[in-house]
């Protein structure tokens, strides 16, 4: 894999995270509010299958969401009184994004502020997963020393 495509599909490799959450669709209709997540693919979220897998997009960037199932080892952080991980949302407006999210129910952990050569702050959404919403303000990756 010397350019990082798959040897089966030929697609480049990617990496998603899979949020595990309690209330499924009320995370989607969250993430759809606060992010302008649009939903690309479900299964259940029904009445006859209430448990919920879903793929979100926020423009090109993709990730998961599901409802917890402890049977299959997967938690959400109000399971466990806590994340093991942070996602870091990259916008152009950072501040607007921020607004937007706590407009929809997530909580300010830092506001916006210029740091270590971004713009960047930090909210909790309601299904206890924190983000770090930011955008480089120098070019990113910075070249190595």
Do not use: C
């Amino acid at each position: 894999m010397d350019d990082a495509r798959s040897e089966r599909s030929g697609r480049p490799v990617a990496i998603m995270a899979q949020l595990s959450v309690r209330r499924g669709r009320e995370a989607v209709e969250f993430y759809q509010r606060a992010f302008g997540a649009t939903e690309d693919y479900r299964v259940g979220g029904a009445a006859e299958n209430e448990a919920l897998v879903s793929q979100l997009s926020v423009d090109e960037a993709t990730f998961w969401v599901a409802d917890e199932s402890p049977e299959h080892l997967n938690f959400s952080p109000e399971s466990l009184g806590g994340g093991t991980t942070r996602l870091l949302l990259i916008v152009d407006d950072p501040d607007a994004a921020i607004a937007r999210a706590v407009a929809a129910g997530a909580t300010l952990v830092r506001a916006a502020a210029n740091t270590h050569g971004w713009r960047l702050g930090r909210i909790a959404d309601p299904f206890g997963h924190h983000w770090e919403v930011g955008k480089p303000l120098v070019p990113w990756p910075p070249p190595p020393h």
